[in-house]
């Protein structure tokens, strides 16, 4: 796959990927790793996980490590072991990608008082207890770079609203945290790639996948749904969201590249600061 980056963009670089053994997350790592960096893929499932790093290994460039921890982000005590084993192997962290979430499509009435508190508390306090974790492990002191990935939900989203107020608050807590942890060379972003049809996102809305999907698609200037190359990288005339590594590695102004992005693409993707 063609790619705009020199090969060794993330020598020596560590970063985690939350949800990282399937979907955007695996595409995020797969992106990173074939950039010569090292990844940490955390996720709930171990086998998922292991699964994953069998299929990252195969597109590691020369210095590129993959390395997969179960970790369920829900568990503060599992998010703090995740830190401490990622920077006990490598040393350092230089990245977050906080990708583990998700959600079901259902009418608010019938959202049940524990799917409203799984949602929220995987999507906003699964974010919030890795950005906390790193900050003391590592990212307080030597700085950092942190992706949110979110949802297009500033306006709402109907079918999603436990996600959507999880995710609205995520890019809340990213400006606050960004504004106080700016001293300490953090910085934080938000992506918000749009609905990917992974088996992740399938196995999440069962039934309702295929009029989720199309109603999706015929929202997308360019009439289709994102495939899952393009979430980490820069192929066949795509701008994507090789934006993360961009984000990451402080490439270029994000909000420059967002722009171009909207105005030269399809608008799927979108970047809040
Ligand atoms: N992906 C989805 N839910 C998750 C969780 N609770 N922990 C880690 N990754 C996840």
């Given at each position: 796959?063609?790619?705009?980056?020199?090969?060794?963009?993330?020598?020596?670089?560590?970063?985690?990927?939350?949800?990282?053994?399937?979907?955007?997350?695996?595409?995020?790592?797969?992106?990173?790793?074939?950039?010569?960096?090292?990844?940490?893929?955390?996720?709930?499932?171990?086998?998922?996980?292991?699964?994953?790093?069998?299929?990252?290994?195969?597109?590691?460039?020369?210095?590129?490590?993959?390395?997969?921890?179960?970790?369920?982000?829900?568990?503060?005590?599992?998010?703090?072991?995740?830190?401490?084993?990622?920077?006990?192997?490598?040393?350092?962290?230089?990245?977050?990608?906080?990708?583990?979430?998700?959600?079901?499509?259902?009418?608010?009435?019938?959202?049940?008082?524990?799917?409203?508190?799984?949602?929220?508390?995987?999507?906003?306090?699964?974010?919030?207890?890795?950005?906390?974790?790193?900050?003391?492990?590592?990212?307080?002191?030597?700085?950092?770079?942190?992706?949110n990935?979110?949802?297009?939900?500033?306006?709402?989203?109907?079918?999603?609203?436990?996600?959507?107020?999880?995710?609205?608050?995520v890019k809340n807590l990213s400006i606050?945290l960004g504004?106080?942890?700016?001293?300490?060379?953090?910085?934080i972003?938000c992506?918000?790639?749009?609905?990917?049809?992974?088996?992740?996102?399938?196995?999440?809305?069962?039934?309702?996948?295929?009029?989720?999907?199309?109603?999706?698609?015929?929202?997308?200037?360019?009439?289709?749904?994102?495939?899952?190359?393009?979430?980490?990288?820069?192929?066949?005339?795509?701008?994507?969201?090789?934006?993360?590594?961009?984000?990451?590695?402080?490439?270029?102004?994000?909000?420059?590249?967002?722009?171009?992005?909207?105005?030269?693409?399809?608008?799927?993707?979108?970047?809040?600061?």
């Amino acid at each position: 796959m063609q790619r705009i980056f020199a090969k060794t963009l993330f020598k020596n670089k560590v970063v985690i990927v939350t949800g990282g053994g399937t979907g955007i997350g695996m595409a995020t790592a797969k992106g990173i790793v074939e950039l010569s960096g090292k990844v940490v893929i955390a996720g709930r499932d171990k086998a998922r996980i292991d699964e994953g790093v069998e299929k990252i290994k195969t597109h590691c460039a020369e210095g590129a490590e993959v390395l997969g921890l179960q970790c369920n982000i829900r568990k503060r005590g599992e998010v703090s072991n995740m830190l401490t084993d990622t920077i006990d192997k490598f040393g350092r962290l230089d990245g977050l990608v906080n990708n583990g979430g998700g959600q079901f499509w259902s009418p608010a009435e019938n959202i049940s008082p524990g799917g409203f508190h799984a949602v929220v508390d995987t999507n906003l306090k699964g974010s919030w207890n890795c950005m906390q974790e790193a900050y003391h492990q590592y990212m307080g002191e030597n700085g950092g770079k942190i992706v949110n990935i979110v949802l297009m939900s500033e306006m709402g989203l109907a079918g999603m609203s436990h996600s959507a107020a999880a995710r609205e608050a995520v890019k809340n807590l990213s400006i606050t945290l960004g504004a106080e942890w700016a001293g300490n060379n953090i910085q934080i972003n938000c992506v918000a790639p749009g609905i990917f049809p992974s088996e992740t996102a399938v196995a999440a809305y069962g039934e309702q996948s295929k009029e989720i999907f199309d109603k999706s698609a015929a929202n997308v200037p360019k009439k289709r749904l994102g495939e899952l190359y393009e979430g980490a990288n820069l192929s066949e005339g795509t701008l994507s969201l090789d934006l993360i590594p961009q984000i990451l590695f402080n490439l270029t102004d994000a909000v420059q590249y967002t722009t171009g992005w909207k105005e030269t693409l399809d608008s799927r993707t979108k970047l809040v600061l």
